[in-house]
């Protein structure tokens, strides 16, 4: 846990600072209500309850988008997800669930997929790398009914299995009469690292969950996507579960909206956090996970207590009005890991811009 004056000093400093390595520039809220208002046509209503065509026209556009037949627009991928799975288990009998140590299911979400859920996951890999092939060879698939996989797998900066790789897993767990779900937070990444379009990548999967606030920069929301049987029974679930609200209409706007603004310049962001996190990888008191960087993000990690890195990040975020790291989000006693994340902000300026603060910030440490 980092001291809260060391969390409050640096978000100060960042409203204060004019450059900024990570994500998107954020609006204010005033700023979004307004782009949102110019979003809305003449001639478009609200929705209500999941219907409407605001709703339905971008659960298409999405599903269209995927290569699947249907789609279902919900409040959390923490719902979005645990639900998929429910209805795969109910579809195969079969209440196991595969998935690898770093899953947001695992670390981040009080364990709903087992107490709320009723299901039981299994973790499997080794935690700092994606699942390979042989490590599903290794199980016993007999109880299996889903397996869940992370593109780009975010706990362990953004790494990518191979294509072959992803191929041959997907065959697996068909063969096994296994569901196959991709949690694609941060799907929108991918399609660089594997020169495939999101239907592509898509198809080797029986459900998909993609989100709109991260790198797409929406307010929250998800969406669920399948085939048209799966959809039905999807929506079942999110009524009993609390997630077919009476409108989301300002999530969908502003889904609409990130996705129209930021989805385009996604190929470049990847490129550009290869080539400075390659660049990074050459400095002296860093270590870039992975090396290169396979999608839109990486990981840095620093010999040096988390919370003295904390210190030190946000006294030069202070002093140069350069945020050049986010806080580290893990790390103990003598290591540090922070994660970038690569959008508008860091494609403002050369690398060598963000190269020369990386040498003069790792000389304070
Ligand atoms: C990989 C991954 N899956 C699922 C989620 C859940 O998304 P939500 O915040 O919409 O519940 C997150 C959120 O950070 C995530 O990073």
Redesign the pocket.
């Known amino acids: 846990m980092i001291d809260p004056s060391i969390q409050q000093r640096y978000q100060s400093a960042c409203q204060q600072a004019s450059y900024n390595l990570l994500r998107h520039p954020q609006a204010t809220m005033a700023e979004q209500l307004n782009q949102l208002a110019k979003e809305v046509a003449e001639d478009e209503q609200r929705d209500v309850y999941g219907s409407g065509q605001l709703i339905e026209d971008f659960e298409y556009q999405i599903a269209e988008l995927l290569g699947k037949e249907a789609a279902l627009f919900l409040?959390?991928?923490?719902?979005?997800?645990p639900l998929a799975l429910k209805v795969h288990s109910l579809q195969t009998g079969k209440t196991d669930v595969a998935l690898h140590p770093s899953?947001?299911?695992l670390l981040?979400?009080q364990m709903g997929i087992e107490h709320l859920w009723g299901l039981n996951p299994q973790a499997i890999g080794d935690p700092q790398q994606p699942i390979k092939p042989a490590d599903l060879k290794a199980l016993n698939a007999e109880p299996l009914g889903a397996l869940l996989i992370?593109l780009p797998m975010?706990e362990i900066g953004g790494q990518l299995p191979a294509w072959d790789s992803l191929k041959e897993q997907s065959q697996w767990a068909r063969e096994n009469g296994i569901r196959r779900h991709l949690?694609g937070?941060?799907l929108w990444q991918t399609p660089d690292f594997y020169q495939r379009g999101l239907d592509e990548i898509s198809a080797l999967f029986d459900s998909v969950?993609v989100?709109f606030?991260?790198d797409l920069g929406g307010i929250?929301?998800?969406v669920l996507a399948a085939d048209t049987k799966f959809i039905q029974q999807a929506k079942i679930w999110a009524r009993r579960a609390g997630g077919n609200l009476i409108s989301l209409y300002p999530e969908i706007l502003a889904a609409r909206r990130g996705l129209r603004e930021n989805l385009p310049m996604m190929p470049d962001a990847v490129r550009y956090a290869h080539a400075l996190g390659s660049a990074l990888a050459e400095l002296k008191g860093v270590e870039v996970t992975p090396d290169p960087p396979q999608a839109a993000m990486f990981h840095l990690t620093f010999a040096i207590s988390r919370q003295r890195l904390a210190d030190k990040i946000s006294l030069y975020v202070q002093e140069q009005g350069v945020v050049i790291l986010p806080l580290p989000r893990s790390g103990d006693s003598h290591r540090a890991v922070c994660e970038v994340t690569i959008g508008r902000n860091a494609m403002t300026q050369p690398q060598s811009f963000w190269l020369r603060h990386m040498k003069q910030f790792i000389a304070t440490l």
Not at 76 to 81: D, K, N
Request: glycine share 8%; proline share 4%.
């Open positions: 409040p959390t991928g923490t719902l979005a997800q899953s947001h299911l981040h979400e992370e975010r949690d937070a941060r969950y989100s606030y991260k929250s929301g998800a």
